[in-house]
Antibody, heavy 117, light 107 residues
């Protein structure tokens, strides 16, 4: 069945780079777009970016200068890297699959990231 | 970017009651709207897509309606397991944007 699972360090030092991995199963990254969405604790959802089936990417303009999304299709993994982390980046980070109808039909469990020295 | 304004921000209702949550888009999104349910400590789960289509496995007490810039999610006969936060999302235009969420509690 379709699954997505995020992994990565839960603690990042200020000004350092966040690296997260989304490992998917039950579908191919060349058939479905995968997005990253984050959620500060107790707050709303923010779309971060997407890697399209063809491998190209698009990013939230507010994060574009710091964010990079890539993938390894052979390993069914999508990667998120975001630099210059600050306390405003403390959140739970989710990857989500985009249904061909454009909404998100499956989400990962999320990984909570704290920024602290 | 399309702004999504969701109301109310919080809501308290009794078991068996009917609840309605509203979402307003800053421009016409042509039914490109989804509703998600998020229980505490869990990831969002798709309830409704295309404004009024029920996702597989979602109870029929959930329904979506609306058009243009105004959309709503209705929960009939509220159950205890419906205690959650609810978010709308537009996917008519890039970038995808979400409403601020509605926290539903039991009275």
């Amino acid at each position: 069945q379709v699954q997505l699972k995020e992994s990565g360090p839960g603690l990042v030092q200020p000004s350092q780079t966040l690296s997260l991995t989304c490992t998917v199963s039950g579908f191919s990254l060349t058939s479905y777009n995968v997005h990253w969405v984050r959620q500060p604790t107790g707050k709303g959802l923010e779309w971060m970016g997407v890697i399209w089936t063809g491998g190209s990417t698009d990013y939230n303009s507010a994060l574009k200068s710091r964010l990079s999304i890539s993938r390894d299709t052979s390993k069914s993994q999508v990667f998120l890297k975001m630099n210059s982390l600050q306390t405003e980046d403390i959140a739970t980070y989710y990857c989500a699959r985009e249904d061909p109808g454009y909404y998100f039909d499956y989400w990962g469990q999320g990984v909570m990231v704290t920024v602290s020295s | 970017d399309i702004q999504m304004t969701q109301s109310p921000a919080s809501l308290s209702a009794s078991l068996g009651e009917t609840v309605t949550i509203e979402c307003r888009a800053s421009e016409d999104i042509y039914n490109g709207l989804a509703w998600y349910q998020q229980k505490p400590g869990k990831s969002p789960q798709l309830l409704i897509y295309n404004a009024n289509s029920l996702h597989t496995g979602v109870p029929s007490r959930f329904s979506g309606s609306g058009s243009g810039t105004q959309y709503s999610l209705k929960i009939n006969s509220l159950q205890s397991e419906d205690v959650a936060s609810y978010f709308c999302q537009q996917y008519y235009d890039y970038p995808w944007t979400f409403g601020g969420g509605t926290k539903l509690e039991l009275k």
